[in-house]
């Protein structure tokens, strides 16, 4: 009797677990966009991270290729990501082999490891090491395992890369030809951007922001610009950003988000020069350029304090 009540125990215990660690549904729909012959995305949701969009409000892209699949960012928990690879089987049979990250933030990494157990080699730039394992990372790991679950669980982790890159990167994959260049630190110190020669297709991560004021965040703006700048010189003929909606006049697009970072830099550089208090320059700046672009009021009067800031401390160069 004791037998079977152990055995039954036995039985009973890989139920559990199987149950405990198996993926909740996704409730969310996405369907991947055919942007030029090879080039796809799936386009995240608009607003912040938040249960109702169960973490999807970043895109991902991917490249089939005749030799397999190249993918570009992992979305923001493992279930979204095997979503991701579901939609990219209904369109071909062949492999993911290789998974590159624009950046080391939590909506573009966490869906790494279901690519990892594929089999999938992932690469990034090497500036992202510093975020494996920081404080930055542990704390927003705690954050969304909180605010995401079931979607982000103790389960979920943050990897290291296979292949860190120490510099812009060219590689061929089934008779195309991808450019990878490293362009931060602008939104992040390992910012990389992927350019489908091809296809004439820029990945373009989260350097920039599709018809709407960018959020400048801690970012300096200075070497932003240079990488608009490196960008720009590309030409691509379509722009896959890390949020929002493909772009077919890229280089309009990252011209907007360069104007408005060197007026906002302009404006408040010659504030600093001058000594003009914040809020005094705040309001005797003209706007009217910007003023009606989406995010306006919400993040215009941050990025022109963050720019104050900025500009105080590396000494007035715009
Ligand atoms: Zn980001």
Redesign the pocket.
């Known amino acids: 009797m004791f037998r079977l009540l152990f055995l039954t125990c036995l039985c009973a215990v890989p139920l559990l677990s199987i149950a405990e660690i198996s993926s909740p549904i996704v409730a969310i729909e996405f369907e991947p966009v055919k942007v030029a012959p090879h080039s796809y995305y799936v386009q995240g949701q608009a607003g912040a991270v938040s249960p109702d969009n169960q973490g999807f409000m970043s895109n991902a892209g991917f490249v089939v290729t005749k030799a397999g699949v190249v993918v570009f960012d992992t979305l923001g928990t493992p279930v979204l990501a095997q979503k991701l690879i579901d939609e990219i089987a209904k369109i071909t049979k062949l492999p993911i082999k290789l998974v590159i990250i624009s ?1 080391y ?1 939590a909506d ?1 990494i966490y869906g790494m490891q279901v690519f990892k157990a594929l089999g999938a080699e992932i690469w990034a730039h090497a500036d992202g090491q510093q975020y494996i394992g920081s404080t930055e990372a542990l704390a927003r790991l705690d954050q969304r395992r909180v605010m995401l679950n079931p979607w982000v669980d103790k389960n979920t982790q943050v990897l290291p890369a296979d292949k860190w890159l120490s510099g812009d990167t060219a590689f061929e994959m089934g008779g195309l030809h991808f450019e990878l260049q490293h362009v931060g630190p602008a ?2 110190q390992e910012d990389m951007v992927m350019l489908v020669k091809e296809d004439s297709v820029l990945y373009s991560g ?1 350097l920039v922001f599709k018809g709407r004021v960018p959020f400048v965040g801690n970012a300096d703006s200075r070497l932003w610009l240079q990488a608009l700048e490196k960008l720009i010189a590309l030409t691509p003929k379509y722009m896959i950003p ?1 949020h929002g909606a493909a772009s077919t006049t890229p280089v309009e697009d990252l011209k907007l988000t360069r104007n408005y970072l060197s007026y906002v830099r302009q404006a408040m550089g010659k504030a600093v020069k001058n000594f003009v208090p914040f809020e005094e320059a705040y309001a005797n700046t003209d706007w009217t350029l910007y003023s009606k672009l989406p995010a306006f009021p919400d993040a215009n009067r941050a990025n022109a304090y963050n720019t104050y800031l900025l500009m105080e401390s590396e000494g007035l160069e715009y």
């Open positions: 950046h933030h573009h939104h992040s989260d890390g």
